[in-house]
């Protein structure tokens, strides 16, 4: 395959990955070169066909200040296939919700598509020589902009920047971006416009909380009494939930969960030129194709998110479309199979999932082994995902934890489909074939239930694994679910990827910044999903992993750059070897954008809403 090189842009990663930077060190990782791995997109790219080999033309620009003017466009349509559930991002579990609630709520800084910062409701990004950040990496202190107006006029303070952190640290409240604010001391308004956070142990990620997704600031006087149990529990807590007052670009008008956002302007926000569009609706639900031909074709709306879309679709839907442009941009995000390491049988009623009940035969590693060593990542990639998948079997399959061609996509371990290796490792674990060929041991048959939201390219993925796992002895039923609620954050929905119950689960997800720590640090034991957290935990697989939990320790608190990469890599290995999760192919994001649209530069590391204040129409 010749494919582009994913993320040449990082280049400078260490500088933006870890804040020795900051203080004027050279980076120490490999830099990367044009010949020594394939190549893809930089930045955010449009293209009138999907291209076999992603283009590296830049993004459309943003308008000068006031060229358009605030409102002077009518609306912007936007379609997601999945539909929102929650505006209160630290209670979301989908992608669907962070982007939804991103036009209202805002994080302090964005990060931009090559990795760095770009403040937000901050006048400037900390570091150590503007004394933002403290030479022993102790503390970081935010100055705040002091123009900023919440949607109801009252104005945005520290003490909403304190609040968000007491709100999130409280277990109570089970908030899903809790990884976030992992370390922490305390954080402190030391006036009305500075906050800082003084971390338990020194700290090389000094960005991890408050940036980016994840990090928005939820105003302190509306949520102040929806702490702990009565987040999710109180009325009025429910209420803020679903209409968040903000300081983003836009208001709500009106939300109709798991159907359709709309908002309006906030005539408070800091930049009296934008946004251009008087009004947004975010309209969810359908699936990949239906929004793909939605964009290209029909022209019924004006940005289409995650079309993914079987290549040879896609390609046909874009060569006959008049109406949009393909934009595809770089995110760290892999398609992986999840396992479960508790027992999800519906018999044990209100203890299924619990870490007190192991899974039947998932907790045996060459049962695990054998279900990876069956699948053909190549044959996923070339035959559903064409231009946007990349076969791989690492998380972590970027620069600089990719070095050299052969560290790329498949990685740095064997992971070529081995069929007769896989019924070797079963035959000498004691699994038996059975009279049907289904494997059994010790009474327990080898019957999975394999879940995934609904999503044509998913169901195909689904039928090419289970025709795979039957070759070696596993009955596989498949099952779908409705992306709304798939990915949704409803507590008393079984179906939820939270739940997750069934044995094997697929979707997509990656790092949401540079620094991989909170990315990793969420599948440690203490993250394990269940009903004493309301399913809010990370660790879906309920994954034990002393070992791991350590790495992560360590990942925490280690300074020295080099070292910092190897223990990523280190727990990298670890989910793989020991087969918690199964990576299957390295995704770069297509969107589709109506060919009036200008203004977008999506960001791999940030919602891709996250700079609609510059969208524009011509």
Known sequence: MNKKRIWPLLSGFIAALFILAACGGTSPGQTPTETSAPEAPTDATTTDVPPTQAPGAAATEPPAAGEKGRGAGDTLRILYWQAPTTLNPHLATGTKDFDAARLILEPLAAIAPDGTLMPLLAVETPTIDNGGIAEDLSSITWKLRQDIKWSDGTDFTAADVAFTYEYCANEQTACTTVNSFDGIASVEALDDYTVQITWENPNPNQYKTFTAGGGEILQKA????????????????????????????????????????????????????????????????????????AVFQTGDTDWAWNLQVEAAVLNQLVEQGKRGTLVTYNTANVERLQLNFTNPDPALGEERGELQHPHPFLIDIAVRQALALAIDRQAIAEQLYGPSGYPTCELLWYEPFASSQADFYGGRRDCSQNIEGANRLLDEAGWERGADGIRVKDGVRLTVLFQTSVNSLR????????????????????KTVDAGVFFGSDVGNPDTNSHFFADVQMFTTGAGEPDPTTY?????????????????????????????????????SEIDPEKRIEIALAMNDLIIEDVSQIPLVARPRAAGANTSLKGYNPSGWDSELYDVANWYKE
């Open 222 to 293: 509306q949520f102040e009494n929806c702490i702990g149990e009565a987040a999710s529990t109180a009325s009025e807590c429910q209420t803020a939930n679903l209409a968040p007052v903000g300081v983003g670009p836009y208001k709500l008008r009106e939300f109709k969960p798991g159907d359709v956002v709309l908002y309006d302007i906030n005539e408070n926000y800091r930049d009296a030129d934008k946004p251009f569009f008087k009004e947004v609706q975010l309209k969810g639900g359908g699936d990949a194709p239906s929004a793909a031909r």
């Open 459 to 478: 169901q195909k993925t689904q039928e090419l694994i289970k025709q795979w796992w039957q070759e070696i002895g596993v009955k596989t039923e498949l």
């Open 520 to 556: 990793f640090c969420q599948w440690t034991s203490d993250q394990a999903a269940q009903a004493a957290n309301e399913w809010r935990g990370r660790n879906y697989m309920r994954w034990q992993n002393a070992d791991y939990d350590a790495l992560c320790e360590q990942l925490q």
